[in-house]
């Protein structure tokens, strides 16, 4: 182990990263600095997100082609575009020339992607196009500049279910590998067509929640239904804590289902259902952590995906997007439902803030050692523990 990792993770805490790993009876959690440390943040982006496949953002938030979006990912700068062709890719958000943060706001793009600093232009697929003066004075083109050397640098990225993934390190295996248990366990519900029936509404469609917490925390907290009674009280009005059961599968993939999930009869929506959602499961609901920071919802007439964005190591944005079923779903007959049900969800995330911004403050306590598990309730936070356990172990091994 290297010095540099010694200092990110102090040795006195390496036996509590390896005690995670062990059964749930006598495991403990991570330690507080993985939750308070800005320099582990950094680490973590480095050596555990980056390692593999990791939301960024969404497809559908590029809304005509030729549009581009910047978007920061734990302090790095990207910038997702949408090509001519229609094509969604991930670029570094840096010239090529002295490293100018490139596009700073979101908008459609009519020529090129000029640089602020000395006019370097770029088409929409990254290519360097424009070198004003580079061999002089009016010499714009110079045979000792090799201008397709240095195009943008692109990132490994696929869209899935609309949101964007990235491999920050390029070497995590193939995307369509990463998510296909998670397709196979939802072929169940939705077919083989049902991630192609989802559309974004522009009503009753997203939310944007500011969290003072790591984002490890909305993740851990997601993955279990044993707060509901006390954090969600209406929520558990129409899916209770007793109808739950834990989900756990392929080291990646944890959360939580519901057999009696009943909005559409408590807030009276009405919405298109997935027409492959089995009719004696139609109150069946599943929540699945895809980690690290993808927390996914379906139900038979909605589904939802939350990207939970690192902002330091203790402030999170958790960005909503909510999708019904086929073009139906999204006519003015259906807005009120709509709403009803985006309310719905905001009530429910908005009630996990005090509960993640409490636990963050307790890791600030040297009363706190990183917890403990309850042997059945905790069962999904402690797998995804175990996953950052062995990615961390992983990285200082390596």
Same mark, same amino acid.
């Given at each position: 182990?290297?010095?540099?990792?010694?200092?990110?993770?102090?040795?006195?805490?390496?036996?509590?990263?390896?005690?995670?790993?062990?059964?749930?009876? $006598?495991?403990? *959690? !991570?330690?507080?600095?993985? %939750?308070? &440390?800005?320099? @582990?943040?950094?680490?973590?982006?480095?050596?555990?997100?980056?390692?593999?496949?990791?939301?960024?953002?969404?497809?559908?938030?590029?809304?005509?082609?030729?549009?581009?979006?910047?978007?920061?990912?734990?302090?790095?700068?990207?910038?997702?575009?949408?090509?001519?062709?229609?094509?969604?890719?991930?670029?570094?958000?840096?010239?090529?020339?002295?490293?100018?943060?490139?596009?700073?706001?979101?908008? $459609?793009?009519? *020529? !090129?992607?000029?640089?602020? %600093?000395? &006019?370097?232009? @770029?088409?929409?697929?990254?290519?360097?196009?424009?070198?004003?003066?580079?061999?002089?004075?009016?010499?714009?083109?110079?045979?000792?500049?090799?201008?397709?050397?240095?195009?943008?640098?692109?990132?490994?990225?696929?869209?899935?279910?609309?949101?964007?993934?990235?491999?920050?390190?390029?070497?995590?295996?193939?995307?369509?590998?990463?998510?296909?248990?998670?397709?196979?366990?939802?072929?169940?519900?939705?077919?083989?067509?049902?991630?192609?029936?989802?559309?974004?509404?522009?009503?009753?469609?997203?939310?944007?929640?500011?969290?003072?917490?790591?984002?490890?925390?909305?993740?851990?907290?997601?993955?279990?239904?044993?707060?509901?009674?006390?954090?969600?009280?209406?929520?558990?009005?129409?899916?209770?804590?007793?109808?739950?059961?834990?989900?756990?599968?392929?080291?990646?993939?944890?959360?939580?289902?519901?057999?009696?999930?009943?909005?559409?009869?408590?807030?009276?929506?009405?919405?298109?259902?997935?027409?492959?959602?089995?009719?004696?499961?139609?109150?069946?609901?599943?929540?699945?952590?895809?980690?690290?920071?993808?927390?996914?919802?379906?139900?038979?007439?909605?589904?939802?995906?939350?990207?939970?964005?690192?902002?330091?190591?203790?402030?999170?944005?958790?960005?909503?997007?909510?999708?019904?079923?086929?073009?139906?779903?999204?006519?003015?007959?259906?807005?009120?439902?709509?709403?009803?049900?985006?309310?719905?969800?905001?009530?429910?995330?908005?009630?996990?803030?005090?509960?993640?911004?409490?636990?963050?403050?307790?890791?600030?306590?040297?009363?706190?050692?990183?917890?403990?598990?309850?042997?059945?309730?905790?069962?999904?936070?402690?797998?995804?523990?175990?996953?950052?356990?062995?990615?961390?172990?992983?990285?200082?091994?390596?």
């Amino acid at each position: 182990m290297s010095n540099v990792n010694q200092t990110i993770i102090p040795v006195r805490q390496l036996e509590q990263i390896d005690s995670v790993l062990n059964p749930i009876t $006598e495991a403990n *959690g !991570m330690p507080n600095e993985c %939750y308070t &440390s800005q320099e @582990y943040f950094a680490f973590e982006r480095d050596q555990v997100l980056g390692k593999t496949w990791t939301c960024v953002g969404f497809a559908s938030d590029l809304v005509k082609n030729g549009f581009v979006k910047p978007v920061s990912f734990m302090d790095l700068p990207l910038l997702m575009m949408r090509n001519k062709d229609g094509e969604v890719q991930v670029f570094h958000n840096v010239c090529s020339h002295r490293g100018m943060q490139l596009v700073h706001e979101a908008g $459609e793009v009519q *020529g !090129m992607i000029r640089c602020p %600093y000395h &006019s370097w232009t @770029y088409d929409l697929n990254g290519n360097l196009k424009g070198t004003p003066h580079v061999g002089g004075i009016a010499k714009h083109k110079d045979d000792r500049f090799k201008c397709e050397k240095h195009g943008l640098k692109a990132l490994r990225s696929a869209v899935w279910m609309d949101m964007v993934f990235v491999n920050l390190s390029g070497d995590a295996a193939p995307f369509e590998e990463h998510i296909a248990p998670l397709e196979t366990r939802w072929k169940e519900f939705l077919g083989e067509d049902g991630l192609g029936l989802l559309r974004r509404a522009n009503m009753g469609g997203h939310l944007e929640i500011e969290v003072a917490s790591n984002w490890k925390l909305t993740v851990e907290n997601y993955c279990e239904a044993y707060h509901l009674p006390w954090v969600h009280p209406a929520l558990n009005t129409y899916s209770k804590l007793e109808d739950h059961y834990n989900i756990m599968f392929e080291e990646r993939f944890a959360g939580q289902g519901s057999y009696k999930y009943n909005l559409s009869d408590t807030a009276g929506t009405h919405l298109p259902k997935f027409p492959s959602w089995p009719e004696e499961k139609l109150r069946h609901a599943e929540y699945v952590a895809l980690f690290p920071n993808v927390l996914l919802g379906i139900q038979a007439d909605h589904a939802f995906a939350m990207m939970i964005d690192p902002i330091h190591a203790e402030k999170t944005v958790e960005n909503l997007r909510l999708y019904y079923v086929g073009d139906e779903a999204t006519k003015d007959e259906y807005a009120a439902c709509r709403t009803a049900t985006l309310e719905s969800w905001r009530v429910v995330f908005g009630e996990d803030i005090g509960a993640v911004e409490g636990m963050q403050k307790g890791r600030h306590s040297p009363g706190f050692g990183g917890g403990v598990f309850s042997p059945e309730m905790d069962l999904p936070t402690h797998f995804f523990q175990k996953w950052l356990a062995n990615q961390v172990k992983a990285a200082l091994e390596a």
